[in-house]
Nanobody, 128 residues
Framework: QVQLQESGPGLVKPSQTLSLTCTVSGASITDNYRSWSWVRQAPGKEREFVASISRRGDSTLYSDSVKGRFTISRDNAKNALYLQMNSLKPEDTAVYYC???????????????????WGHGTQVTVSS
């Protein structure tokens, strides 16, 4: 059973930087048949894809709203996934979720239905 636990500071000011960590258990982040992602849900809105990283960590995808500001990465030794968020804006305020894809979706995907395992989420608030 794949288990995902997000963590990170909750409150930052606009233009600042924040990093989130997702600790993975019950599976290896180097699994050959799975990719990993970050997804967010703002108040009153549906969940939206943020970023994904492929099974080998050599390919990434980003939503247009975060491209150039956010970076997804992973640490194989720590079995962890990260999201570095720069130049934060108030509209980045959301609950951020870590997700593992269903087996076979190893290249990464922007489609939320391709992800079968989810963390409980961590709140990120960008406010002055």
């Amino acid at each position: 059973q794949v288990q995902l636990q997000e963590s990170g500071p909750g409150l930052v000011k606009p233009s600042q930087t924040l990093s989130l960590t997702c600790t993975v258990s019950g599976a290896s982040i180097t699994d050959n048949y799975r990719s990993w992602s970050w997804v967010r849900q703002a108040p009153g809105k549906e969940r939206e894809f943020v970023a994904s990283i492929s099974r080998r960590g050599d390919s990434t995808l980003y939503s247009d709203s975060v491209k150039g500001r956010f970076t997804i990465s992973r640490d194989n030794a720590k079995n962890a996934l990260y999201l570095q968020m720069n130049s934060l804006k108030p509209e980045d305020t959301a609950v951020y979720y870590c997700a593992a894809s269903r087996e076979g979706y190893y290249s990464g995907s922007k489609h939320l239905e391709d992800y079968g395992h989810w963390g409980h989420g961590t709140q990120v608030t960008v406010s002055s």
